[in-house]
C-alpha cells in the first residue's frame, strides 16, 4: 500500500507539473502539444493555437484555486475563442486558410540550399519538385503526405541521385513539413468552415465547459474560497449557460432551442440537429445547480448554485411517472420548486433553518436536521423500491445565490 501510495503522489507531481508548464503567457492553457523527433537523440515541443478543449481540461482537473480558475475563465473571454454574437465560445479560434494558388510554393532559397532540389530542377527532373512557367517551385502534385515523399526520394537513391539523397533527404522531408505543417493537421476543425470547422460553435464542447465551471464552483465553496471569487465564478457559470441554446430565441438560436444540435457555423444558425453529447453534460450541470449529490453512498442536498428566483411564484400541480410507471399529481405551494431523482418527488422549501423530511408508503415520516441522508433511505431511493414517496428539503434561504 506504502508503494501505491508513493505511485499516486509521483504521478500527481508530474501531473500537476505538465499543467504547469502548459500555462500559456495569455494565461489560458494549451490543449495539445506536438512532439517532432529530431535526429536520434533530441524531440522538441511545440504548440497549437488556443482551444476551447485546453481550459476544459484545466478546470476540470480541479488542480486550480479559485482565482486562478477565475483568470483563465476572464481571459477565455478576452480571447479570440468568444463569439459574441452568440456570446459563447468558438471550439477553436479562427483563421484566414491560404487561396488555391497560395499553395504548395517552395521559397527559391530552400530550394537553392538543397543540392539534392537544384540537381533535380537542373536536370528538368519532375520526381520531387518542377519549377512552373513563372519561376514557382513546387512538390509533385501527386503527393499527399511525407510518406509519398519519402518513398520517391528511396526510389531516387536508386539511381544517379543516390549521393544527393543521402545527404539532403532529412532537410527536403523538412522543407515539405514547413510548407504543408501537417503534424498541425486537426481535421475538419481547421480546414472546413461548416461541420464544425472554423468560425464554428460546438456545443458539446460549450456543455463540457459550463459542467466544468460548475465544478469550480463546488470546489471554490467546498474549499472555503471568497465571497468575491465566489461570485465571480457563478457570474461565468450563467453567462456560459445563457448562451447555450436553450436559453435563446428561435431568430438567434438558428433552431428551436430546445432540441440538440451539433454546431453553430459563422453567419448560420445551428446545424446537424441529434441527440449530441451535449445533453448529457446539460443533464449533469443542472442536478448540480440543484445541488443533488451522493457521497459515500449517501444523498445529500447543498443547493448554494441555486437562484431564489427558480422557486415558484404561484401554486402549481407538479406531474411526475413513478417508480410504478404510473402518473401521478402533485400540489406545489408558492415559494417551492420540485424536481424528481429516480421517480421520487424532491420539493425544496424556503426555511429558516435546512433540514429534511422524508415521506414513506406507509406514511410514516423520518426526519434529518441537516441536508444529509442516511445510507438506508439513500439506498431505497437508488433502487427505486416505492418505499419513498416524498423528500421535502427545507432550504435556508442564506445558501442560495
Known amino acids: 500500500m506504502d508503494e501505491i501510495g508513493q505511485f499516486f503522489d509521483l504521478s500527481l507531481r508530474y501531473l500537476e507539473h505538465t499543467i504547469d508548464a502548459n500555462k500559456r503567457p495569455d494565461n489560458l492553457y494549451h490543449a495539445y502539444n506536438l512532439m517532432t523527433i529530431e535526429g536520434d537523440d533530441k524531440i522538441s515541443i511545440s504548440y497549437l493555437s488556443e482551444m476551447l478543449e485546453g481550459q476544459v481540461a484545466v478546470l476540470s482537473s480541479k488542480y486550480l484555486p479559485g482565482d486562478e480558475a477565475l483568470t483563465v475563465l476572464d481571459n477565455l473571454k478576452k480571447s479570440k475563442l468568444f463569439r459574441p454574437d452568440q456570446y459563447s465560445y468558438l471550439l477553436y479560434p479562427n483563421k484566414d486558410l491560404s487561396g488555391f494558388w497560395e499553395k504548395n510554393n517552395l521559397p527559391k532559397e530552400a530550394v537553392e540550399q538543397s543540392p539534392l532540389l537544384t540537381q533535380l530542377v537542373s536536370d528538368n527532373n519532375v520526381d520531387i519538385i518542377e519549377k512552373d512557367l513563372n519561376g514557382i517551385y513546387h512538390f509533385n502534385s501527386n503527393f499527399k503526405n511525407a510518406n509519398d515523399l519519402n518513398d520517391a526520394l528511396n526510389e ?47 456545443w458539446h464542447m460549450v456543455s463540457k465547459l459550463l459542467l466544468a465551471v460548475e465544478e469550480s464552483c463546488l470546489k471554490a465553496v467546498e474549499d472555503g474560497e471568497s465571497p468575491t471569487v465566489i461570485a465571480q465564478l457563478l457570474a461565468h457559470y450563467h453567462e456560459i449557460n445563457e448562451g447555450i441554446g436553450v436559453h435563446k430565441s428561435p431568430s438567434l438560436y438558428g433552431a428551436f432551442p430546445t432540441d440538440p444540435y451539433s454546431h453553430t457555423p459563422a453567419g448560420k444558425g445551428a446545424q446537424q440537429p441529434g441527440m449530441t453529447g451535449q445533453v ?35 401554486a402549481k400541480i407538479f406531474e411526475y411517472v413513478d417508480v410504478h410507471q404510473e402518473l401521478q399529481q402533485l400540489p406545489i405551494e408558492k415559494g417551492s420548486l420540485c424536481f424528481t431523482y429516480c421517480q421520487v418527488p424532491i420539493v425544496y422549501i424556503l426555511a429558516q433553518e435546512s433540514s429534511l423530511t422524508i415521506t414513506h408508503k406507509n406514511g410514516s415520516i423520518t426526519t434529518f436536521k441537516d441536508l444529509n441522508m442516511d445510507d438506508k433511505i439513500s439506498q431505497k431511493i437508488f433502487e427505486r423500491t416505492g418505499d419513498i414517496t416524498q423528500v421535502k428539503v427545507q432550504i435556508k434561504e442564506s445558501i442560495l445565490n
Open 156 to 202: 531516387l537513391s536508386k539511381t544517379k541521385y543516390a549521393s544527393l539523397v543521402d545527404k539532403d533527404k532529412m532537410q527536403v522531408l523538412q522543407i515539405f513539413e514547413d510548407i504543408f505543417n501537417h503534424k498541425a493537421f486537426t481535421g475538419r476543425s481547421g480546414t472546413f468552415f461548416g461541420y464544425e470547422g472554423l468560425g464554428s460553435i460546438y
Open 280 to 314: 448529457k453534460e446539460d443533464i449533469l450541470s443542472r442536478f448540480g445547480e440543484l445541488g443533488v449529490f451522493v457521497k459515500n453512498g449517501h444523498l445529500h442536498f447543498n443547493p448554494c448554485m441555486l437562484r431564489k428566483s427558480e422557486f415558484l411564484e404561484e
